[in-house]
């Protein structure tokens, strides 16, 4: 089920470049739409949470689309929403859920990173290839988000770890797969981001254990510096792909590498 507003054919006022994020209704999705539309971007702003991306769209003046990407329909009511003609998309939507280890891990909770991270994503790259074929002069980009866990693993983080390695895998496959069409495959991979709900839906509403991966680090990265990256990659010229960005705090220098600062200090 979709729901839309705004019209979404061209008229004076309208920018000539459209721009797909998904997941949009909080964190990097959210700030990404913000930092595209004040690009220049007409932004559909697609999530499950319609009161969300409603709002997101009347301020950036975008289009707010209902969709789960875990849904093949509701995919298909965001490509009928874009229309035949797409600028770029950014496969913003995914999630962790849950930290335990694989011997008490939760089968569930798997599939659902699994669906969001690497089947979502394949179901609204493949509803929107055609229109991302379509956008002018070749200009066509997929972004997808990924993260440093989709790297290199660690413990308790086994089923988002391999959720994000099929997000890197899947991209990679798919600009091999695209080589000789006018369309550009990047992924942005992001270390420690601190945002409002990563933490606290992978930790299951625990808002003590979500505080500690952040605990003495005093800046992590926040939503508007990845939506700054994405920016940067999908405007390049149309003969430049940048096949992959890793971007960390400073404090990060590695997946378990975080310098924290304690009372001790």
Same mark, same amino acid.
């Given at each position: 089920?979709?729901?839309?507003?705004?019209?979404?054919?061209?008229?004076? =006022?309208?920018?000539?470049? #459209?721009?797909? @994020? *998904?997941? &949009?209704? +909080?964190?990097? %999705?959210? !700030?990404? /739409?913000?930092?595209?539309?004040?690009?220049?971007?007409?932004?559909?702003?697609?999530?499950?949470?319609?009161?969300?991306?409603?709002?997101?769209?009347?301020?950036? =003046?975008?289009?707010?689309? #209902?969709?789960? @990407? *875990?849904? &093949?329909? +509701?995919?298909? %009511?965001? !490509?009928? /929403?874009?229309?035949?003609?797409?600028?770029?998309?950014?496969?913003?939507?995914?999630?962790?859920?849950?930290?335990?280890?694989?011997?008490?891990?939760?089968?569930?909770?798997?599939?659902?990173?699994?669906?969001?991270?690497?089947?979502?994503?394949?179901?609204?790259?493949? !509803?929107?290839?055609?229109?991302?074929?379509?956008?002018?002069?070749?200009?066509?980009?997929?972004?997808?988000?990924?993260?440093?866990?989709?790297?290199?693993?660690?413990?308790?983080?086994?089923?988002?770890?391999?959720?994000?390695?099929?997000?890197?895998?899947?991209?990679?496959?798919?600009?091999?797969?695209?080589?000789?069409?006018?369309?550009?495959?990047?992924?942005?991979?992001?270390?420690?981001?601190?945002?409002?709900?990563?933490?606290?839906?992978?930790?299951?509403?625990?808002?003590?254990?979500?505080?500690?991966?952040?605990?003495?680090?005093?800046?992590?990265?926040?939503?508007?510096?990845?939506?700054?990256?994405?920016?940067?990659?999908?405007?390049?010229?149309?003969?430049?792909?940048?096949?992959?960005?890793?971007?960390?705090?400073?404090?990060?220098?590695?997946?378990?590498?975080?310098?924290?600062?304690?009372?001790?200090?």
């Amino acid at each position: 089920m979709t729901s839309t507003t705004n019209d979404t054919t061209a008229g004076p =006022g309208r920018p000539s470049r #459209t721009a797909v @994020v *998904t997941g &949009a209704s +909080s964190g990097i %999705g959210e !700030a990404t /739409a913000r930092r595209l539309a004040a690009e220049g971007f007409h932004v559909f702003c697609a999530a499950r949470r319609t009161d969300r991306v409603q709002a997101l769209a009347d301020e950036i =003046g975008g289009t707010a689309v #209902t969709c789960d @990407v *875990t849904d &093949a329909a +509701s995919v298909a %009511g965001l !490509a009928e /929403a874009v229309g035949p003609r797409l600028d770029v998309l950014v496969n913003n939507a995914g999630g962790a859920f849950g930290s335990s280890p694989v011997a008490e891990a939760d089968a569930d909770e798997w599939r659902r990173m699994f669906d969001v991270n690497v089947v979502g994503l394949m179901q609204v790259t493949r !509803a929107l290839l055609p229109a991302l074929l379509a956008a002018d002069d070749g200009a066509g980009i997929i972004c997808n988000v990924g993260s440093t866990a989709g790297r290199i693993a660690y413990e308790g983080g086994a089923g988002y770890t391999a959720a994000k390695h099929g997000t890197q895998v899947v991209t990679e496959t798919l600009r091999l797969e695209l080589w000789d069409q006018p369309v550009r495959v990047c992924e942005v991979a992001p270390g420690m981001v601190r945002t409002d709900e990563f933490a606290l839906v992978r930790f299951d509403g625990d808002a003590e254990k979500a505080a500690k991966v952040y605990a003495g680090v005093a800046e992590p990265l926040v939503a508007d510096d990845v939506a700054d990256a994405i920016a940067w990659m999908v405007t390049r010229p149309r003969h430049v792909n940048v096949d992959e960005l890793v971007i960390r705090p400073r404090a990060q220098a590695a997946q378990h590498k975080v310098h924290r600062v304690t009372s001790s200090d």
